[in-house]
T-cell receptor, first 110, second 117 residues
Framework: EDKVVQSPLSLVVHEGDTVTLNCSYE??????LLWYKQEKKAPTFLFML????IEKKSGRLSSILDKKELFSILNITATQTGDSAIYLC??????????FGTGTRLKVLA | DGGITQSPKYLFRKEGQNVTLSCEQN?????MYWYRQDPGQGLRLIYY???????QKGDIAEGYSVSREKKESFPLTVTSAQKNPTAFYLC????????????????FGPGTRLLVL
């Protein structure tokens, strides 16, 4: 059975800290891995990763994929209170099926 | 202004009642999806549709029904057979054409929170 596992389930840090969120997967017909940020309503797209070892960056956020070990990490440096959210990892299997992890709930304290 | 809209924002269902959640997109996307989100369980796929007049069951389709009569619209009906409908429902869409990257990114609507009276 396909599955995506995220860790930790929740995390509390202080502003300025660096955090690393993990996503491991066992999915047949892997096509891509996606990260989303969800702040109360709709998840918003952060990154899509298809190749191992190529880091994607957007400001203080970065992500990398390891297709040999079947995992991805999402790094957030110099965290701010606005980074507080649930971070979702999803794997696209084939052309249409997205399998989501349970998410990591991040809380950043001022 | 392209995007996905869902309505209503909140919906209350009485016992034995069927209710319908609306999802509309003007992104010209081929594929549309319905997910259910419960606390601590991430997103679970209810139904998806790749083209008009065709749809497939996801992992938790029991107690739900959908239709895809138009490319832009993918309404979800929560039937009385769904015994535990209280959840946050998210609609999403993606395109099956275009360059890699745009083809694989899934976009979400703002969600509908369903509560049982």
């Amino acid at each position: 059975e396909d599955k995506v596992v995220q860790s930790p389930l929740s995390l509390v840090v202080h502003e300025g800290d660096t955090v690393t969120l993990n996503c491991s997967y066992e999915v047949t017909n892997f096509r891509s891995l996606l990260w989303y940020k969800q702040e109360k309503k709709a998840p918003t797209f952060l990154f899509m990763l298809t190749s191992s070892g190529i880091e994607k960056k957007s400001g203080r956020l970065s992500s990398i994929l390891d297709k040999k070990e079947l995992f991805s990490i999402l790094n957030i440096t110099a965290t701010q209170t606005g980074d507080s959210a649930i971070y979702l990892c999803a794997v696209l299997s084939g052309t249409y099926k997205y399998i989501f992890g349970t998410g990591t709930r991040l809380k950043v304290l001022a | 202004d392209g995007g996905i809209t869902q309505s209503p924002k909140y919906l209350f269902r009485k016992e034995g009642q069927n209710v319908t959640l609306s999802c509309e997109q003007n992104l010209n996307h081929d594929a549309m999806y319905w997910y259910r989100q419960d606390p601590g369980q991430g997103l679970r796929l209810i139904y998806y549709s790749q083209i008009v007049n065709d749809f497939q069951k996801g992992d938790i389709a029991e107690g739900y029904s959908v239709s895809r009569e138009k490319k832009e619209s993918f309404p979800l009906t929560v039937t009385s057979a769904q015994k535990n409908p209280t959840a946050f429902y998210l609609c999403a869409s993606s395109t099956l054409r275009g360059t890699s990257g745009s083809r694989e990114t899934q976009y979400f609507g703002p969600g509908t929170r369903l509560l049982v009276l």
